[in-house]
Protein backbone atom coordinates (compact mmCIF):
# COMPACT_ATOMS: atom_id res chain seq x y z
CA UNK A 1 0.00 0.00 0.00
CA UNK A 2 1.14 3.57 -0.83
CA UNK A 3 3.14 5.80 1.86
CA UNK A 4 0.96 8.83 1.37
CA UNK A 5 -1.47 9.70 2.41
CA UNK A 6 -0.85 8.17 5.66
CA UNK A 7 -3.65 6.32 7.53
CA UNK A 8 -4.78 5.53 11.13
CA UNK A 9 -4.93 1.73 11.90
CA UNK A 10 -8.69 1.19 11.17
CA UNK A 11 -8.73 3.52 8.24
CA UNK A 12 -5.73 1.32 6.70
CA UNK A 13 -7.63 -2.11 7.94
CA UNK A 14 -10.69 -0.81 6.03
CA UNK A 15 -8.88 0.77 2.97
CA UNK A 16 -7.09 -2.41 2.61
CA UNK A 17 -9.85 -4.38 2.64
CA UNK A 18 -11.72 -2.61 0.12
CA UNK A 19 -8.71 -2.88 -2.13
CA UNK A 20 -8.34 -6.47 -2.00
CA UNK A 21 -12.11 -6.67 -2.83
CA UNK A 22 -11.53 -4.14 -5.96
CA UNK A 23 -8.61 -6.52 -6.93
CA UNK A 24 -10.72 -9.59 -6.77
CA UNK A 25 -13.38 -8.20 -8.50
CA UNK A 26 -11.10 -6.76 -11.31
CA UNK A 27 -9.59 -10.00 -11.63
CA UNK A 28 -12.65 -12.32 -11.96
CA UNK A 29 -13.62 -10.27 -14.50
CA UNK A 30 -10.94 -10.74 -17.14
CA UNK A 31 -11.09 -12.82 -19.92
CA UNK A 32 -10.61 -16.59 -18.79
CA UNK A 33 -7.17 -17.00 -20.66
CA UNK A 34 -5.96 -13.57 -19.10
CA UNK A 35 -6.95 -15.08 -15.77
CA UNK A 36 -5.52 -18.32 -16.91
CA UNK A 37 -2.11 -16.41 -17.26
CA UNK A 38 -2.17 -14.53 -14.16
CA UNK A 39 -3.04 -17.63 -12.19
CA UNK A 40 -0.18 -19.73 -13.91
CA UNK A 41 2.50 -17.00 -13.34
CA UNK A 42 1.49 -16.15 -9.88
CA UNK A 43 1.91 -20.17 -9.41
CA UNK A 44 5.38 -19.75 -10.84
CA UNK A 45 6.42 -16.96 -9.03
CA UNK A 46 5.11 -18.60 -5.75
CA UNK A 47 6.91 -21.69 -6.47
CA UNK A 48 10.23 -19.71 -6.94
CA UNK A 49 10.21 -17.82 -3.79
CA UNK A 50 9.39 -21.01 -1.77
CA UNK A 51 12.49 -22.63 -3.66
CA UNK A 52 14.43 -20.03 -3.00
CA UNK A 53 13.94 -19.83 0.46
CA UNK A 54 14.27 -23.19 1.22
CA UNK A 55 17.55 -23.54 -0.28
CA UNK A 56 18.38 -20.43 0.85
CA UNK A 57 17.72 -21.74 4.60
CA UNK A 58 19.51 -25.45 4.02
CA UNK A 59 22.67 -23.58 2.39
CA UNK A 60 24.57 -21.55 5.13
CA UNK A 61 27.05 -20.15 2.60
CA UNK A 62 26.35 -16.81 1.72
CA UNK A 63 27.92 -16.54 -1.99
CA UNK A 64 25.59 -19.55 -3.26
CA UNK A 65 22.58 -17.13 -2.61
CA UNK A 66 23.51 -14.76 -5.65
CA UNK A 67 23.98 -18.04 -7.79
CA UNK A 68 20.30 -18.87 -6.93
CA UNK A 69 18.80 -15.40 -8.41
CA UNK A 70 21.35 -15.04 -11.28
CA UNK A 71 19.32 -18.71 -12.43
CA UNK A 72 16.17 -16.86 -11.97
CA UNK A 73 16.82 -13.45 -14.06
CA UNK A 74 15.50 -14.80 -17.21
CA UNK A 75 11.96 -15.08 -15.72
CA UNK A 76 12.30 -11.73 -14.74
CA UNK A 77 10.37 -10.35 -17.53
CA UNK A 78 7.39 -12.48 -17.17
CA UNK A 79 7.26 -11.52 -12.81
CA UNK A 80 7.82 -8.09 -13.34
CA UNK A 81 4.42 -7.79 -15.84
CA UNK A 82 2.46 -10.14 -13.00
CA UNK A 83 3.89 -7.50 -10.22
CA UNK A 84 2.78 -4.65 -12.55
CA UNK A 85 -0.59 -6.11 -13.00
CA UNK A 86 -0.99 -6.19 -9.17
CA UNK A 87 1.17 -3.17 -8.17
CA UNK A 88 -1.40 -0.85 -10.75
CA UNK A 89 -4.39 -2.73 -9.36
CA UNK A 90 -3.49 -1.49 -5.84
CA UNK A 91 -2.38 2.33 -6.74
CA UNK A 92 -5.97 2.57 -8.60
CA UNK A 93 -7.98 0.99 -5.77
CA UNK A 94 -6.15 2.95 -2.96
CA UNK A 95 -6.25 6.32 -4.48
CA UNK A 96 -9.69 5.84 -5.67
CA UNK A 97 -11.21 4.61 -2.29
CA UNK A 98 -13.25 7.51 -0.41
CA UNK A 99 -11.79 7.96 2.69
CA UNK A 100 -8.03 8.38 0.81
CA UNK A 101 -9.55 11.22 -1.73
CA UNK A 102 -11.21 12.55 1.34
CA UNK A 103 -7.90 12.85 3.21
CA UNK A 104 -5.64 14.00 0.31
CA UNK A 105 -8.76 16.55 -0.25
CA UNK A 106 -8.54 17.72 2.94
CA UNK A 107 -4.48 18.28 3.13
CA UNK A 108 -5.29 20.70 -0.19
CA UNK A 109 -8.26 22.73 0.49
CA UNK A 110 -10.36 21.23 -1.92
CA UNK A 111 -13.77 20.20 -2.06
CA UNK A 112 -15.33 17.47 -4.37
CA UNK A 113 -18.71 15.24 -4.07
CA UNK A 114 -18.11 11.39 -4.22
CA UNK A 115 -20.64 9.40 -5.95
Known sequence: MPDYPSLDEEQSKEVMLD??????????????HVRLGLTFIGFIFLCL???????????KEKHSDGSIILSVI?????LSS??????TLIVLA????????????SQHGVTRKLD
Open 19 to 32: TNDFIKEQLSSTPF
Open 74 to 78: PLNKY
Open 49 to 59: ILAIKSVQSFK
Open 82 to 87: FARVYR
Open 94 to 105: FYEHPKVIKIID
